[in-house]
């Protein structure tokens, strides 16, 4: 097998998994899970709240601690992994990522709605500018058409940015629409292309794999499926059919096995499975961090969470409009005890 690495994985459980835990992660926890995914060789291990730093608010969730103190505890058991962090314009700002960068971080990944890649002009910018290595992150690629797609990409490389990701935030892209995607931009840009997928349809492994196929050389995954909705891409399981493809990541696959079995399986409250719910966000194409506020938001208003979730999509509402979750519900609730009273 050739031994340069020909697909380099980001470990996205510390942040993207987040929201699985409703972002409860204790310092203890990031430091053992880092230090075993430095340990097997992931490349990169991405670190922050599930909604990128600064995050932390009653609108996306509070965090438990600090996200600087949990990248800085990160960084400070990786001897050969880079922390990367994520943060989305109007919720992060240039300061935060400037803190980020001096703990240590070396990769910012700058993420938007996919057909909003302008608003990242002047964060990747900067952080070229902070010598970080930097991603272009387009979020709900499934929402814009694959010209739409290409344009926005070209819009982050002419920024700057190194590596330009599609992001099925939602579950919901399925193989044909993934191969489309990264081959036609594999076409039209000239920097990295990467993968983000989430398992909501059963589809992140064969996503993933297609998304290979096609030439992007830059994957995530989350070990265990730690990630929101019903997780991303599994991390171990990746490495081992890799493996067997003769595609090689330069990364562990007997300590990623034992990371997920004897440290993340602890940390899990539920295991990481397709319910109703994760079903539902990808079936109606909604970001996958919105299960466990539809969740709370159907308990408050004793209505089902599916019905909430299909409402979401029709009005194909995305990331950083959490706060319309529980007028929605209101909505349902209200509708329902009408038809009643009718």
């Known amino acids: 097998m050739n031994k340069e ?3 380099y994985i980001t470990e996205v459980a510390l942040r993207d998994g987040s929201h699985a835990i409703a972002h409860q992660y204790t310092v203890d926890q990031v430091l053992k899970v880092a230090k075993a995914l430095d340990e097997a060789q992931v490349p990169y291990i991405e670190v922050a709240h599930g909604d990128g730093l600064a995050g932390s608010s009653l609108q996306y969730g ?3 601690t600090n996200e600087l103190e949990l990248i800085e505890t990160a960084v400070s058991v990786c001897e050969q992994a880079k922390v990367a962090v994520l943060l989305l314009p109007g919720v992060g700002t240039m300061k935060e990522l400037k803190q980020a960068a001096d703990l240590g971080a070396k990769m910012a990944r700058i993420a938007t709605h996919v057909t909003e890649a302008d608003v990242s002009a002047q964060h990747i910018a900067f952080s070229k500018e902070l010598g970080l290595e930097t991603v272009g992150f387009l979020m709900m690629a499934h929402m814009a ?16 940015a190194d590596t330009v990701y ?11 629409e993934v191969k489309e995607r990264i081959r036609t931009l594999r076409q039209n840009v000239g920097v990295h292309i990467g993968f983000h997928g989430h398992n909501n349809l059963s589809l992140a492994m064969a996503n993933t794999l297609v998304a290979i ?23 171990e399981v990746l490495i081992a059919v890799l493996e067997r493809l003769g595609i090689y990541t330069g990364v562990d696959l007997y300590k990623m096995m034992d990371l997920a079995e004897d440290i993340v399986a602890q940390i899990l409250q539920v295991p990481q499975e397709i319910t109703r719910d994760s079903l539902v966000l990808g079936y109606a194409g909604v970001y996958s961090s919105f299960l466990l506020h539809a ?36 909505e349902i609730a209200k509708k329902k005890l009408e038809s009643v009273v009718r």
């Open 295 to 330: 969740r709370r938001a159907a308990k408050r208003f004793h209505i089902d969470s599916r019905d909430i979730l299909i409402e979401l999509g029709k009005r194909k509402v995305v990331g950083g409009q959490e706060d319309m979750i529980m007028d929605v519900a209101a």
């Open 5 to 7: 690495r020909e697909i």
């Open 213 to 235: 196929e096609e030439g992007a050389t830059r994957i995530d995954g989350s070990v265990r499926c730690l990630g929101a909705g019903a997780g991303n891409t599994q991390t």
């Open 62 to 64: 509070l965090s438990r």
């Open 166 to 176: 599609v992001v099925d935030s939602a579950g919901a892209l399925l193989p044909h």
């Open 145 to 160: 058409p694959v010209g739409k797609l290409v344009e926005q990409a070209k819009l982050m490389e002419s920024y700057g």
